[in-house]
């Protein structure tokens, strides 16, 4: 793809089109959340929760679907700009990516004494882009490496505009009753 052609602006819009999916996915895991802990209720060695209720079969479902069904419509739309033949695992990876970084971070948090909600301020911004980024390079590499590298502003849109995107989300959500914090 060609990002070069458009305007910063077109580019960063496009950009915004791509990572979608993964924008998306916490959205819809909380949404679609809240049955079916990941862990079961199970404490690591260390006496805390592996991951904790807010990681839930549910909502990992429920997130990778919408984050998919979001891309699959924008494939529709703009299929010119962005996709290529392996359009669903793409999808797939942007989604479930985005909630596996969620997950791990989670993770870490819990390894570190936090609690459900505590911020972690870096790492609760880019937990799920970078997962997401990081499973398209191992399993669509070239895909990912042929608008990510196209000029500065995919990686200026991704690392600044994300946690913009991110805490305005997590505002919506937080003012509308489907987050318990505004982070």
């Given amino acids: 793809m060609d990002l070069e052609s458009y305007?910063?602006?077109?580019?960063?819009?496009?950009?915004?089109?791509?990572?979608s999916p993964a924008y998306l996915a916490n959205t819809f895991a909380v949404l679609t959340g809240g049955k079916y802990p990941i862990d079961q209720g199970k404490l690591h060695n260390d006496g805390n929760r592996i991951l904790g209720d807010g990681k839930t079969w549910s909502g990992l479902i429920g997130g990778t679907i919408g984050g998919m069904i979001v891309g699959y419509g924008l494939i529709i739309l703009i299929h010119e700009f962005i996709w290529e033949?392996?359009?669903?695992l793409i999808l797939f990876l942007l989604s479930f990516g985005a909630l596996f970084g969620d997950m791990t971070a989670s993770f870490y948090k819990r390894r570190r004494n936090l609690?459900?909600?505590?911020?972690?301020?870096?790492?609760?911004?880019?937990?799920f882009i970078f997962m997401s980024l990081m499973l398209c390079f191992i399993f669509q590499r070239d895909w990912l490496l042929s608008w990510i590298l196209d000029g500065w502003v995919p990686l200026f849109t991704i690392l600044v505009l994300t946690p913009f995107l991110h805490r305005g989300v997590n505002i919506i959500g937080f003012k509308i009753g489907v987050k318990n914090e505004p982070w």
Avoid: P, T
């Fill in 7 to 19: 305007s910063i602006l077109e580019c960063i819009f496009v950009v915004l089109l791509i990572m």
């Fill in 85 to 88: 033949s392996s359009n669903i």
């Fill in 115 to 127: 609690q459900r909600g505590d911020k972690f301020a870096l790492l609760d911004m880019y937990d």
